[in-house]
């Protein structure tokens, strides 16, 4: 059981200032198994996005968004860990999550097929709409 991998799905309705996380509960060897899954989970469906191709807000930046509120959620957990508790035990497994979310990072800033998609939807006349 990985309690990080069981925090609930949030939303505008059920914001995280609602949820206090079970830190007792949380390890380091939990860390870096969230952080993979979570990754796979996201590289996924960003694939999926991009062949869906919809021009649609809320299929896909909206999704895009909700994707990182879950990686966000985790891993803000696992840095105040480490912050409050920065002893040897904790370095490795932070340290490599860090360096398996800067290369998820620096791979959805310089997806081209994702950038070419957000273009499309900045030029579909509905975009203008938004603010609305």
Same mark, same amino acid.
């Given at each position: ?43 996924? #469906?960003?694939? &999926? ?6 021009? /649609?807000?809320?299929?896909? $930046?909206?999704?895009? !968004?909700? =994707? ?23 370095? #490795?497994?932070? &340290? ?6 800067? /290369?998820?990072?620096?791979? $959805?800033?310089?997806? !081209?097929? =994702? ?18």
């Amino acid at each position: 059981m990985n309690p990080l991998l069981e925090l609930p799905t949030f939303s505008e309705n059920q914001p995280l200032a609602n949820y206090v996380a079970n830190f007792n509960q949380i390890k380091p060897e939990h860390f870096e198994p969230a952080i993979t899954h979570i990754l796979d989970v996201n590289r996924k #469906k960003i694939a &999926e996005i991009i062949e869906n191709g919809s021009l /649609d807000f809320e299929k896909t $930046l909206r999704s895009l !968004e909700d =994707l990182q509120v879950q990686l966000n959620n985790v891993w803000g957990i696992i840095r105040h860990l480490h912050s409050v508790n920065n002893v040897e035990p904790m370095r #490795k497994p932070y &340290e490599t999550c860090l360096e398996k979310i800067t /290369d998820y990072s620096i791979e $959805l800033n310089q997806n !081209e097929k =994702l950038y070419q998609l957000i273009e499309k939807i900045k030029s579909n006349h509905n975009f203008a709409r938004l603010s609305e």
